[in-house]
């Protein structure tokens, strides 16, 4: 079984801090990691994802996310962060023989002005 | 482009009654996926169709839970009997690749109160 954990509930970070969201994931396999951001009462929108090759992966609105397969992280990350970036954040998971994603629970990202 | 679209964007069903959820995925893709967002349980997996071949059911949570994929496009989920534990958020979502390496692309959701 494929599992996908997201520690935090909630990260608080100031405007113009650089800031981090962690993601740690369990499969069999290659991973095939993905982030996703959810803004009130709309649906889930892509950011980035990993297949292969780079580590660093880079992806909309300035985030970029780094995979580490020796500690199975793929924590994502903004050099500056924005008040609009809060919303809550997913990470998720698909593998060989599961095309379907398996989700994190979810961090809610607050940046302070 | 148009998204994906998902309707009604909101209902109020009652105990016991049956509703259905439409979802019309982006034009040409083929692959078409069915999740719950709900407090208690995150966003889970219901069901995932792919072109004529048989939908992965693994995700539906009881045998009230069903779904339909016409034409290899437009898709209904219906769930039969509602109880007050299926109230969430019903997400669709479609991709232009079956494969594990494509992003998915969501609907808005569908909010459904079982009152």
């Known amino acids: 079984a494929q599992s996908v954990a997201q520690p935090e509930d909630q990260v608080n970070v100031a405007e113009g801090n650089p800031l981090t969201v962690k993601c740690t994931y369990s499969v069999s396999g290659n991973p095939y990691l993905f982030w996703y951001v959810q803004y009130p009462n709309r649906g889930l929108q892509f950011l980035l994802k990993?297949?292969?090759?780079?580590?660093l992966v880079k992806g909309s609105y300035g985030f970029e996310a780094e995979f580490n397969k020796s500690q199975t992280s793929f924590h994502l990350k903004k050099p500056s962060a924005l008040v609009s970036d809060s919303a809550l954040y997913f990470c998720a998971l698909s593998g060989t023989g599961r095309r379907a994603l398996t989700f994190g629970s979810g961090t809610r990202l607050q940046v302070q002005p | 482009g148009a998204g994906v679209s998902q309707s009604p964007s909101n209902k109020v069903t009652e105990k016991g009654k049956d509703v259905e959820l439409r979802c019309d995925p982006i034009?040409?893709?083929?692959?078409l996926y069915w999740y719950r967002q709900s407090l208690g349980q995150g966003l889970e997996f219901l069901i995932y169709f792919q072109g004529n071949s048989a939908p992965d059911k693994s995700g539906l949570p009881s045998d009230r839970f069903s779904a339909e994929r016409t034409g290899g496009s437009v898709s209904t989920l219906t769930i039969q009997r509602t109880q007050q534990e299926d109230s969430a958020v019903y997400l669709c979502?479609?991709?232009?690749?079956?494969?594990?390496?494509?992003?998915?692309?969501f609907g808005p959701g569908t909010r459904l109160t079982v009152t």
């Open positions: 979502a479609s991709s232009p690749d079956p494969t594990y390496t494509y992003e998915q692309y």
């Open positions: 034009s040409g893709h083929t692959a």
């Open positions: 990993y297949i292969t090759g780079d580590n």
